[in-house]
């Protein structure tokens, strides 16, 4: 439950600090006085956007404060999940910055607003007159339906499954476009890699390809140098393989008389055999040259090929030319590998859809029969309300298509008069009934919502007299089980409340100020009577007050 609440430099308070009561209370005020400024600072704490426009004094930052006590609420694992600090009583601050800037608090450690709207909605529900409104909407109804029964586990797995075939779907249609984008570029990858295909040659075949190139350019050159250096070693009559034959032969008669002369036989042997090996390498190379049989044409039009490729897909070497080739053939794989994909996501869309054909089915059921008890507990509920008259059905129509909440679409229809035909809430409640009706849902779905405080801002609205009495007893039994607090402009609502809150304004330093204050009994005649009278409160408005609180 709420036990304090203290704001600092927000709206209309320059610094106010209350503490809360258990049970039912209300806060009363003239109109302007700022009772709704105190919902609007509790919000900030909540989880609600900051705006600096809001500021008391523009120049220095807006702090709201409130301490809740958690001990019966179940909120340890919450805290230790988003490790916290957990206290029986709890902290949620706020402050805000003249520059706009918002800090938000938890037992003073920093957190994201997600995380403090997050556990806010786990402590306060705050029904407004705009809250009201919602009662024509069928997203709404069909949350009431749902909060009033007892399906919520099978309304979560419902939710996840509807989530996991949205996003299928999603991934079956992104698939879809990229295989038709796919196959317009299959001729595309195709023709590339044909391209590709004709250079055939990795890098070290490329360089020999140059050599080659390189090689038929200057063929007869290359076959004059080598005959001749084939007669000059080997075929001349004065052959430098006979001289140094001839020279290894004379050192081999005196290597024995001297270690030098020895070594000059040694390296002069090894010079022949690598004379020999050189010579006949030239015959052979000279042999090879023989040109007849190579096109240099052919060779020059394959490198001009290269070439041609690596300019158009602006590379420098064949092994990026290799990739690419290899890029354009993953990509004709993956043509096929997504005609596969595709086919497997829409066998498994399929399932998910009996599935939550299943599920929507259950859900159907269990609305159906939760419907019935709705209507006969909102029944009950607008009779102890004044309505005795009043009628109230649950109808079902079918979606053609999968929802965010199953295959139904409810509306509510209500009566107020007897003899009158059901209809939409939105086309013929008047605000007064609309008022009764939503304190009968909220009756009905917070008895099984376990939320600890729950704060209605003119739930009275369209009401007076003895039907003001009446709502003020509902508001007092849900007191019973929930921490109440109703901001009302009705004495027969005010009189009903455990506590009671006077929000004023009061002038300092040329400057209004919004106060609140705890009624003692008194003090609380004296309010309940103002309300009651016109300018003047007179004796028979105390005596009135005094019956209604009594």
Request: one cysteine or more.
């Amino acid at each position: 439950m709420l036990k304090s609440l203290y704001i600092k430099n927000y709206a209309l308070i320059k610094s106010l600090e209350i503490d809360f009561e258990t049970g039912f209370s209300v806060i009363t005020g003239e109109t302007g006085a700022g009772k709704s400024i105190l919902l609007g600072a509790l919000s900030l704490i909540l989880g609600k956007r900051a705006d600096s426009s809001n500021l008391f004094d523009d120049k220095a930052k807006c702090i709201v404060e409130g301490s809740f006590d958690l001990s019966n609420l179940n909120l340890i694992s919450f805290f230790a999940n988003n490790e916290l600090d957990y206290e029986d009583v709890s902290f949620l601050r706020r402050e805000i910055l003249p520059s706009g800037k918002s800090r938000a608090f938890i037992n003073d450690t920093p957190v994201n607003l997600n995380l403090l709207k997050n556990l806010g909605n786990q402590l306060v529900d705050i029904h407004s007159q705009h809250e009201t409104l919602k009662l024509g909407y069928s997203d709404f109804q069909m949350e009431v339906l749902d909060k009033f029964g007892t399906n919520e586990k099978l309304l979560s797995d419902y939710i996840n499954l509807y989530s996991t075939f949205k996003d299928s779907q999603v991934r079956l249609k992104n698939m879809i476009h990229e295989n038709e984008q796919a196959k317009r570029d299959e001729d595309y990858f195709k023709f590339q890699m044909s391209e590709l295909d004709t250079i055939n040659i990795n890098d070290s075949e490329f360089q020999e390809l140059l050599e080659l190139s390189n090689y038929l350019a200057h063929a007869e050159e290359v076959k004059q140098v080598t005959e001749k250096a084939a007669h000059l070693l080997l075929e001349n009559d004065e052959s430098v393989f006979d001289k140094i034959s001839e020279i290894t032969d004379e050192f081999g008669k005196i290597s024995d008389f001297h270690k030098q002369f020895r070594e000059i036989y040694e390296r002069m042997t090894s010079l022949k055999i690598e004379l020999k090996d050189i010579a006949e390498e030239i015959e052979g190379f000279s042999f090879d040259t023989d040109t007849e049989n190579l096109n240099p044409n052919q060779v020059n039009e394959k490198l001009d090929n290269i070439y041609k490729l690596q300019q158009k897909h602006n590379v420098k070497t064949i092994e990026e030319l290799i990739s690419i080739r290899t890029d354009f053939e993953n990509k004709l794989a993956n043509i096929s590998g997504l005609e596969d994909q595709i086919i497997q996501l829409e066998k498994e869309i399929l399932s998910q859809k009996t599935e939550l054909e299943i599920k929507a089915k259950e859900l159907s059921s269990v609305r159906e029969k939760n419907s019935i008890l709705l209507t006969k507990s909102i029944k009950s509920k607008l009779t102890k309300l004044g309505m005795s008259d009043a009628d109230f059905t649950v109808s079902f129509n079918k979606l053609d298509e999968f929802g965010n909440r199953g295959l139904d679409k409810i509306d509510f229809l209500f009566s107020a008069n007897k003899g009158s035909k059901n209809a939409e809430i939105g086309k013929i409640a008047s605000g007064g009934e609309l008022s009764r009706l939503m304190l009968a849902v909220k009756s009905l779905i917070t008895s099984r919502k376990l939320l600890p405080t729950i704060i209605f801002d003119e739930i009275d609205s369209g009401v007076s007299g003895d039907i003001a009495g009446k709502v003020g007893n509902m508001l007092k039994q849900m007191s019973e089980n929930h921490q109440i607090i109703a901001i009302t402009h009705l004495p027969q609502i005010a009189s009903k409340a455990n506590s009671h809150y006077f929000v004023y304004k009061e002038n300092e330093s040329g400057r209004t100020s919004s106060m609140i204050n705890l009624l003692n009994t008194k003090q609380r005649i004296e309010e309940v009577a103002k309300m009651l009278s016109d300018e003047e409160v007179t004796d028979v408005a105390r005596k009135a007050a005094m019956d209604l609180l009594s």
